[in-house]
């Protein structure tokens, strides 16, 4: 395993302002390896999304210090990690958040925008992802002209385009039945095979033990637990 972590949290915390204050991450270290597929599993409220949206330099922590890549990001203006966001993290919510009027091309193409990348190549890219993710003879479809399950597959191409080295998923499947969401699972599954690190966050400890390490949190308290190879 590479000796480098992607991934440095330490002593990472996050309490909303309020008022009342919210306690949601309590000091945390985590460290993430290049390659690794890690989920998070806990109930509704247990901190998931904080921790998620901090891992994706969408919130700052109000304690502690996040090393991305060897990068501590805590000192990072918000215009570099925004960038640094952009060209290296890719992110999937549970609600697709793709523009209705858009196809799945354009959709997928929206994740290079941040990338200075020209349009003819940004459209270039937006199919190979959309082949990868299995969509490749759809990318004229808007979005209500395809399921559950390919909407998810279409934000999952606009979160690969950009060749992240990251893939953060907060419940992604939360919105699909249990066959659809076996097939987004397999597909982030082969992702990971090819290389790919993936953080899932899940309420569904099934899905959770999908992941080869496995971690659970409660009222904002991350506990290691073994995952599904018991490889640790
Ligand atoms: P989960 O994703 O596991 O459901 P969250 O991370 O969204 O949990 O929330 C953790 C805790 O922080 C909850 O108690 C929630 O009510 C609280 N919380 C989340 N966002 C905010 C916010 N913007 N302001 C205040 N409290 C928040
Ligand atoms: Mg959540």
């Keep these: 395993m590479n000796p480098e972590p992607l991934i440095r949290l330490e002593q990472v ?57 060897g990068v501590d990001t805590a000192t990072m203006s918000q215009a570099r990690r925004t960038s640094l966001r952009a ?57 209500i002209e395809l399921s559950g399950g390919e909407r998810q597959r279409v934000a999952i191409a606009r979160a690969l385009v950009g060749r992240p080295a990251l893939l953060l998923c907060d419940e992604p499947t939360g919105n699909l039945d249990s066959t659809t969401a076996e097939g987004v699972l397999d597909l982030i599954t082969e992702l990971h095979d090819a290389g790919l690190t993936v953080i899932m966050i ?22 290691e637990q073994l995952g599904r190879a018991g490889t640790r």
């Excluded at 597929?37 to 109000?62: A, E, M």
């Excluded at 099934?206 to 506990?223: M, P």
């Design 87 to 143: 060209r290296r993290i890719g992110l999937v919510f549970q609600a697709f958040h793709l523009l209705s009027h858009r196809t799945a091309e354009e959709n997928v193409a929206l994740g290079l925008l941040y990338r200075g990348v020209p349009r003819g190549e940004r459209q270039q890219a937006a199919r190979e992802a959309l082949a990868r993710v299995g969509l490749g003879d759809r990318t004229r479809a808007l979005p």
């Design 202 to 223: 899940t309420h569904d400890r099934g899905i959770a033990e999908r992941a080869q390490r496995l971690v659970s949190i409660t009222d904002g308290v991350l506990t």
């Design 13 to 69: 915390a996050l309490t909303y302002p309020g008022p009342p204050p919210v306690p949601a991450l309590a000091p945390t270290d985590l460290t993430i390896h290049p390659g690794e597929y890690v989920t998070v599993v806990g109930r509704s409220g247990s901190g998931k999304s904080t921790l998620l949206n901090i891992l994706g330099l969408i919130d700052r922590p109000t304690a502690g210090s996040y090393l991305f890549g």
